[in-house]
Each structure stands twice: as C-alpha cells, then as structure tokens.
C-alpha cells in the first residue's frame, strides 16, 4: 500500500510542478504591510528565503515576529505588499485566488494549531475531502488512500470516528494525513503542537520528520525550543527580519 | 460513494437541526403566506365567476306593464335576442320580531322545473313550492333565524298581514347574501303572489342576447331595439335592469379583497427575500471558519458555491414541502369562509398548476437568487480573511460608535457592550432592521386600514342624523304622516326625503338602471333634500350643497358622479326619472359610504322631475328621542301600527340598526383577511429576529468565550444578547411606524376606490402602534432568548476551539 502510494506520490509531482528547480521554495525581497490603526504596520521587512527539496524547516520566533505571515506567503493563504515567492517555481505572488486554491489543494497540505477538521465529516471523510475538492484519485480509491494514509500516521482505528470524539494528538495526525491526502511536495504546519501535550508533541514531530525524510518538504512555525532536535534548518524572525538561518546538525 | 461534501452538508443539516428547522419555517411561512393567498384568489375567482354564470344570468330585465307566454314566444324570435322568460318580484315586509319588519323580495317564478334565466338551485325541503308556502334562498335562514317548516309573516305592498311556510331552501348565487344586505330572498309561484293580496300577472321579462352577451353596449343595443319593437306591440315599457355583465353583485367587493391580498403578497414576498437574506447571513455565519479550512485543503470557490447553493434548495425544498400544503389548505379554507359569508357554492378546491409553480419558485428560487450573492462572496473571500481571528476581530464602522458608547456613564455596561453588538455588522444590522420594520409597517398597515374602514363607517353612521327611514308603497299625503307620526311618543322630528330610481338620459326615452334584480346593487336614485335638513351630513369633495332657490340644482354623491365623469361643476347633466327627462346643474358631489348613487334635488325640484303631487311624500326620515335598537323597535312598531289605523302600507322600514348591519357584513371580510394578513407578517418578522439573533451569537461565540474566561456569568452573557434583541426589536418599531404610514394611504386608496370611489382616510391606528409594541418587545425577548440561553451555555473551551 505504502509503494502504491508512493509511486502516485512520485506520479503526481511530475504532473504538477512544471520544472523541477532546486530550490522548492525561494522568497525574494518579501513585504508585507497591514494597515492597523494607528497606521501602517510591517510584518515582513524585505524577506529573502530559499528551501530545498526534502528539507524540515523551523521558523521560530516571538510572537508577532512574522511567523505565520511568512508562511501565509508560502501557503499564497496571503500575497506580499512587494517581492516574489517562487514555490516549485510557480510564481505564488502572481496567481489568483481560484489559481491558489487550485495550486494549493494540489502543491500543498496544511497543518492548523488547532487542527480544523471539519467537525460533521469522520476522519476518513475530511481526509478524502482534499481528494474530492481537487478532483484527485479514482472516487473508489480515495477511501483506500485515506485509510493507507492514517495508518501512516498511526490510527487507522479511528477512521470512522468523527473528530471530537479523537484526542488533541489523534486529531493532529488526522490533520497531518488530510495534509498529505492530495500527495503534495511540501507541508506547512502552523504551531502543530502547540496545542499539544509534550509527549504527543514528540510523536507528531517525529512524523513530520519521517515524512521529511521521505522526501517531503515540510516548513514549520513553532516557538518551542526544545524541539529543535528535529529540524535540519531553523530560520529565525524578529520584528519581520530573518535575524538567523542556521542548519542543524542533528536535522 | 458519496462525495465528502455532500456527506458533510447533509450532515450539517443534522448537526444544526434547529438553526435550519427554524430557517425552513421561516422560509415555509412565507411561502404559506403567499400560497394562502394565491391559492384563496384562485378559487375565489373561478368559484365566484362559475357560481354566477352557472346560473345564467339574464342580460337584461325589463319592467312591462304585462308579460304573458304568448310575449315570451314572441321576443325568443327578436333579432339578437338568445333566450326570454317572464318572471315578477314584488318587494314586501317580513316581520322577524313582533313589531320588527325587515324586507323581503319575492321572486315569482312560473315554472320552477323550467327556469330558464337567472336560475337557482334546490336545497333543501319541496321543489317546486306548494302553494301559500315560498322557498327561502338559504343565506336568509341566520339572518331571520328561520328554518323549513316554520312560518313567516308576510306583508305585499297591497295586501294583508300573512302567515306564510317555508317549505323548502333555494341557493341563489346571483345574488348578494341577505345577511349583508339586510333583506330576505323569497320564492314563489304566481298563485301564491296572488294569495298574498297582489295580483298574479307577471311584469318583467328576463332576456338575454346572443351576441356579445358580455359587453354592457351590446346588450343596451338590443334591449334598445327589442324595448322599441315592445312598444309597438302596445306594450309600456318601464325600467330596464342591466346589471353589469358576467359579474357576481359583489365582484367589486371580491376585486377588492383579492387585490389587497395581491397586494399584501407581494409585500409577503419582499419580507421572505430579506428574510431569507438575514438567514442565509446567519448559515453562512456559522459555516464561514468551515468555508475557510476548506478553501485551504483545496476547495475553489465555485465549489464552495454550489455546496452552499445545495444546502439552500434542500432547505427550499423543504419548505415548500411544509409551506404549499398548509398554505394551500389555509388558503382553501379562506376560500371557503369567503365563499360561505357571500353564499357561493364552493364546487372545486382544486388550485391551477400555475399557483403550485408559483409557490416553488417563491420557496426555492427566491432563496436561491438571495443567498447566490452572499454565499459567492462568502466563498471568494481569502483563507487569510476568513481564517484571521474570527469573531474577536473589530469592525472599524463600528469603533467610533462603541467610543461614543464609552462616554456614557449612566447605562449599565452590558447594555452599552450590546448597544455596539447592534452595530458591529452593519449589513446584518440592516437586513434584520429592514425585515422587522418590513413586518412591522405591514402589521401597522393592516390594523391602520381596517381602522380608516371602520372610522369611514363610523362616520357614515355618524352623517346619518336618523334613525329610522320609511317608505310608502304608494305617496302619501306628507301633512297627513307627519300629523300621524310626529305625535307619536318617542318621536323627535320628522322630514320628507321622497325617492325615485332615477336612469341616465337616453335620446330613445328608455329608463335603464345599472342594477341587479335585488335593485340595490348599482341603483340610482333621485332624492329630495329638505332646505336645511340637519338629518344628513355628506362631506363634500368638490362644489357646494344646493341652496333654496337653486330649482335647476342637483347634488351627487361620488356614486353618482362616477357616472357624469366629463360634468363638470356648474354643468349640466340630464336624468330620467319615471319616463321623464330633466335637465340639472351640477352644484357639488359629496361623499358618502356604502350608499348607491344618488342625485339630491330641492323638494320642488323633485316633485317637478318625478312627476310627484308637492304635497305627497313617498319616503320619510325620522329622529327619536332615544336611538337604541330597542327604542327604534318599539318607536317602529307604533308608527306601524298608527299607520295601519289610516290605511297607510309602509313599504319597508330601514333602521340604523339595519344599515349598521348591512355596513358591517360588507366590511367584515376585509378586516378579517386585514387581521390575518398581519399575524402571518408578525410570524415571519419574529423569525426574522430569531434567525438574526442565532447569527449574531454565533459570529460571537469566541467573544462570549473570553467574555467567561475573563469573568463574565451565564446572566451577563444572557442579558447582554436580549438586550441586543430587544434593542433591535425597538430600533425596528421607531422605523416601522412611519413606514406604515405611506403603505397605509396606497392600500386605503387602492381598496377605497375600489369599495367606495373614495380613497379610505389615512389613519395611525393606535392599538396597532401599541400592540406591534408590545408584540416586538415579547417577540424580541422570545426569538433572542433561545441563542442567549445556547450562548451562555457555552464553555470557554468550546468557544475558543470553534470551528
């Protein structure tokens, strides 16, 4: 199941990304302005990122320092004031909102803080609903796939189970599975454990790691330190700056 | 297998059963409203047309001075004449009570089993009447409380007090019911006429013509041309009845309530768009972080679109599953009430196709074509947008009102934090305000209209300086009644107000009335006004009431006018008057509710056109001491009596009590569909604020969850989403007020030309400004308190993890 996976894994980043750069992700000079009232507020100052294929990605820093609005360029979730920002070379600054939505359902899996499953579907069904949404996946095979990728993840047993009724770490790894539904290159998880015990939050990195391993790319926002043992880059923001970008040994 | 999103709409459906429950409702209340009224006009309109032409109608009745077999065969073979009968009708008194006389028409009909003209149908009891017995047409038996069997006393113009049986009950539903026009319908045989005291020869020939049979034109043409072949016979030709072609004696009245409720259903519809609008805001509200996850897994915006499209024709179809039945039902049995209180048969409840088309498109369509622009624009809103802290965030339209808010001191802050909740989202503020104001001016609207009818009413009544009206069969002499009546004790006044059935002029000498055979609706008559009587009041509309002198002056009610459209003040008009012709000036045209046209002339005036001895009188107008029903009663039954003695025989006896009665049972089903009207309006406006409340909670839940982390109780929180309710519910009825106010003076103009030529007067009804007052304050507590109660019930936890 799992090479079958894979194979479509592999089928798949032929279809959609059109030229196979190096870099997967590249930010040029990226600004993001947001009107406040007291009057304009930077949250990005000039940014200028590159990340490789296969890569697990940390972006640390204090709270308002540009973090998720860093990767909110990434996911196109929002557009720079000014700059570029290149994903697989797909020129995210340029598109629209339906290209996004398209190119994101298709590129990309996301992971929330605060999981966001959607609370009437099972957790099989809000992992079959990116393949529904993009049109991915013979119908018959989706619930297949779905399964295979819980199983991935760890609770293949709670497929048929609707989300409250799964713990804070279940409901993570069922995130992490609809992330990885539509098979993409790179997952972007915003705080994933934050809202999760230390030990759970061990199990959930360690599964971005596996995936990162993998060959995924996965670029991660967190302000937790100790976890840093995972990472084989951590990006530093402070006030909309990237104060520090360092490869860890230990990645 | 079905797709997830699919799975997940109909789960939501479940998951929020009552939010959509409510939502079904309210769309199915409008789609009720609308559907009773469709359905009513429907019914109402074919049942009246197929109860009137079923008994097919004569074209025209002409008054001879006789009508034998041998005439009837003759005009059958006229040009231009389809068919001919020979009937009479004779106007008596029937005594109800002791002393108490209503009228009573008799009908003479020759051959029963082969009416042929303005036919009837059978009940109940014999067919054809025994003779000395009459058939009752059955909306009379309420009204004189009278059942087959029993015997009625009967007094004819020229004969004696008699005792008569009903044996049997007719339905004639080419007539008016006597119950609002206060006068009995009866049915006998030529005998039985002659038993009465009156002789038994007929005298007005029933035709109808072959050519054109509906246009009013065509039929004078013909009974032109067969009235002159008449006179050449030898025959003398008297009045000629046309009543209005194809058309029930209350067509007018039907025409009237059906486009007021027309009108009120397009009104409905307004109501369930905004309605609607307010409802989809509230799901769309509740679905908005969902729609945002979604977008971010890969959902594009049409997508998204459809889905929620989806979710609005299930829920339309829903409530056309719940709305069409009931409000075709209510409808049928509005029908049914109308046709029972107008005494039509209702022979088919069944509704066209069209009215079911109609009800769909209302129910799903209408929502449709509301929701798509909120729904799209919901769904093409950014994931960064949507997903951006939703339901803490600060509106900035709202900011300078919330700092305003902050000065003010001496309100308690709950109720100021729920003055700034009102504001927070304009467009829903404003969707909800404009829906209960909507139903609101609709609820004032209804009660001010019914007000204006009943005040009009009242006014009439009030213009009417009498209490009793007599008139004689034949004219008497005026010195001789008033010696007779004024010594009566309890009599305060007496005044001479002869009448004549006046006709316009035509250049063939012929007297053609506009009239049914009940010779009430659409009659015309002559009057004479006494120089300064103070028995009558009529506002005047334009010029002035006649003074002493003024032989040539003729004043019309707006009835009357209605039929001089191009005379203006100072010009003349021509009347004919028993046979003769006479030129009047047009002095002023007064107004006056529910009485037929009537021309008023000075005394000498009428003597000289009706051909009248001055010194006769052939109807009087009398005021007593006291004006209860009983006073008149016994006043009436002493004249009556005194009269007799001197061998004087009154035609009929019209008493306020009477003309209370006739006024009320024509306005009774208007305030009825009023009433009704209003409720189903102030069902979908508190809805409305329900729907709305439930959003605003909603949009709110993760406020209300710092609210309680930061300290607040289940009754801050309680309070503060009533207050908000009611706050609303209070903004809505300050809008309402004066918006009711344009709507009232459309609809009273609409339905008081329509009733009465005369627009009905633009009134604020008070009880309906207290009563929408209180209605808004308990409805606003009752809609707000349900998503207050789910609000405060909400745990931190919930809140702040809702999704």
């Known amino acids: 199941m799992i090479a079958q996976i894979q194979n479509h894994h592999r089928k798949f980043q032929e279809e959609t990304i059109p030229v196979r750069e190096s870099k997967l992700i590249e930010l040029n000079g990226v600004t993001k302005a947001y009107t406040v009232g007291t009057g304009q507020f930077l949250a990005l100052k000039g940014i200028d990122l590159e990340v490789n294929p296969g890569e697990f990605v940390a972006v640390v820093g204090k709270s308002g320092s540009g973090k998720s609005t860093l990767i909110n360029m990434i996911t196109g979730i929002d557009s720079p004031t000014s700059g570029e920002v290149f994903v697989a070379a797909t020129p995210v600054h340029e598109l629209n909102q339906e290209q ?152 | 297998m079905v797709s997830p999103r699919w799975k997940k709409l109909w789960r939501d459906l479940q998951s929020a059963r009552g939010r959509m429950v409510m939502m079904v409702l309210a769309i199915a209340v409008s789609v009720f409203g609308v559907g009773t009224i469709l359905s009513a006009y429907t019914i109402l309109m074919r049942e009246v047309t197929q109860n009137y032409m079923g008994t097919n109608p004569a074209s025209a009745f002409l008054e001879l001075d006789r009508v034998d077999d041998a ?35 008799l009908f003479v009909i020759p051959d029963f089993n082969n009416m042929r003209l303005s036919t009837f149908q059978p009940e109940s009891g014999d067919w054809p009447p025994k003779e000395q017995t009459l058939l009752l047409e059955r909306a009379a038996q309420q009204l004189i409380n009278a059942k087959v069997g029993d015997t009625l006393t009967v007094q004819t113009p020229n004969g004696p007090k008699l005792g008569i049986q009903i044996s049997g009950l007719v339905h004639d539903p080419g007539l008016a019911p006597s119950w609002q026009e206060q006068t009995v319908y009866a049915y006998i045989t030529p005998a039985t006429l002659a038993w009465l005291g009156e002789g038994s020869s007929l005298q007005i020939l029933k035709i109808s013509v072959r050519d054109q049979p509906e246009n009013v034109s065509a039929i004078e043409a013909t009974v032109g041309t067969l009235a002159a072949w008449l006179k050449g016979q030898g ?13 029930h004696p209350h067509q007018s009245q039907m025409n009237s309530i059906l486009v007021m409720l027309l009108v009120f259903s397009l009104l409905a519809l307004v109501l369930s768009a905004i309605l609607t609008a307010t409802m989809i805001g509230g799901l769309l509200a509740q679905q908005i972080r969902q729609i945002g996850i979604m977008k971010a897994i890969g959902a594009r915006s049409n997508q998204i679109t459809g889905l929620y499209l989806a979710l609005v024709v299930f829920l339309g179809v829903a409530a056309v599953a719940l709305g069409i039945p009931t409000g075709n039902f209510a409808g049928q049995k509005f029908a049914g009430v109308v046709g029972e209180l107008l005494n039509l048969t209702i022979f088919s409840q069944a509704l066209p196709a069209w009215v079911y088309i109609v009800e769909l498109l209302m129910g799903i369509l209408i929502p449709l074509i509301v929701a798509y622009r909120p729904i799209q624009q919901t769904s093409r809103a950014t994931v960064r947008e949507i997903l951006s802290d939703y339901g803490t965030r600060r509106e900035t339209n709202a900011a300078g009102l919330d700092r305003w808010l902050g000065k003010i001191r001496w309100i308690d802050n709950t109720l100021l934090l729920a003055l700034g909740n009102t504001f927070r989202r304009p467009g829903r503020f404003f969707l909800t305000l404009g829906l209960l104001a909507a139903a609101g001016s609709m609820f004032v609207t209804g009660l001010n209209v019914k007000t204006g009818w009943e005040t009009y009413l009242s006014d009439a009544a009030a213009n009417r300086h009498y209490d009793l009206e007599i008139r004689f069969n034949k004219p008497q002499s005026a010195a001789t009644v008033n010696a007779i009546i004024s010594n009566l004790p309890g009599v305060e006044r007496i005044e001479s107000w002869n009448i004549a059935p006046a006709a316009l002029y035509r250049s063939d000498g012929l007297n053609i009335v506009r009239t049914y055979p009940d010779g009430g609706h659409g009659s015309f008559s002559l009057r004479s006004a006494p120089t300064g009587s103070t028995l009558m009041d009529a506002p005047l509309i334009k ?48 107004k006056q509710i529910l009485t037929p046209a009537t021309a008023y002339v000075l005394p000498e005036t009428f003597a000289q056109a009706a051909e009248v001895a001055p010194e006769d009188t052939n109807a009087v107008r009398i005021v007593l001491n006291q004006h209860d029903a009983a006073a008149i009663r016994t006043v009436t039954g002493n004249i009556e009596n005194a009269l007799a003695a001197e061998s004087i025989n009154m035609k009929v006896v019209i008493s306020e009590t009477m003309l209370e009665g006739a006024t009320s049972g024509h306005v009774y089903i ?32 993760r406020e209300f969850g710092i609210m309680r982390a930061i300290g607040a109780r289940s009754k801050t929180i309680l309070r503060n989403v009533i207050s908000e309710g009611v706050f609303i519910g209070l903004l809505s009825w300050i809008v309402a007020i004066p918006l009711s106010l344009p709507l009232s003076w459309g609809i009273g103009y609409l339905v008081g030309m329509l009733s009465f030529r005369s627009p009905l007067p633009l009134i604020l009804s008070p009880s309906a400004v207290v009563v929408w007052l209180i209605l808004i304050i308990v409805g606003s507590i009752g809609a707000s308190f349900y998503p207050a109660r789910q609000a405060s019930c909400l745990t931190v936890r919930e809140t702040l993890a809702y999704v």
């Open chain 2, 71 to 105: 005439l009837v065969q003759a005009v059958r073979q006229q040009p231009g004449i389809l068919d001919a009968e020979a009937t009479s009708w004779v106007t008596a008194r029937l005594e109800v009570k002791p002393d108490e006389w209503m009228p009573i028409l």
């Open chain 2, 543 to 590: 010029g002035r009431w006649m003074q002493a002198g003024e032989v040539e002056a003729v004043v019309l009610n707006q009835n009357a006018a209605a039929f001089f459209p191009d005379v203006q003040i100072g010009g003349s008009l021509k009347l004919m008057v028993n046979g003769r012709t006479t030129t009047f000036q047009l002095a002023g045209v007064v």
């Open chain 2, 235 to 247: 025959y003398a030709v008297d009045e000629i009845r046309i009543p209005p072609p194809a058309m």
């Open chain 2, 670 to 701: 208007f305030i009825f569909a009023l009433i009704l009207i209003s409720v189903v309006m102030a069902v979908v406006g508190v809805l409305g604020l329900m729907s709305s409340m439930s959003t605003s909670v909603i949009e709110r839940t």
């Open chain 1, 100 to 251: 996004l939505a398209v190119w994101r359902g298709k590129n990309i899996g996301i992971v929330f803080q605060f999981f966001q499953l959607l609370p009437t579907l099972t957790v099989a069904e809000n992992i079959v609903l990116p393949m529904d949404f993009c049109n991915r996946y013979p119908p018959r095979e989706r619930r297949q796939r779905a399964i295979a990728l819980l199983e991935k993840v760890g609770i293949a047993e709670q497929a048929d189970k609707l989300p409250a009724d799964l713990s804070g770490g279940q409901q993570q790894r069922a995130a992490i599975a609809r992330a990885l539904a539509n098979d993409p290159s790179l997952l972007i998880a915003d705080e994933p454990t934050g809202n999760l015990d230390s030990q759970t939050s061990d199990a959930v990195m360690q599964l971005f790691a596996n995936l990162a391993k993998e060959g995924k790319t996965v670029v991660m926002v967190t302000h937790e330190r100790d976890l840093s043992r995972y990472f084989t880059r951590s990006i530093l923001l402070s006030d909309g700056l990237i104060v520090a970008n360092k490869e860890q040994k230990n990645g």
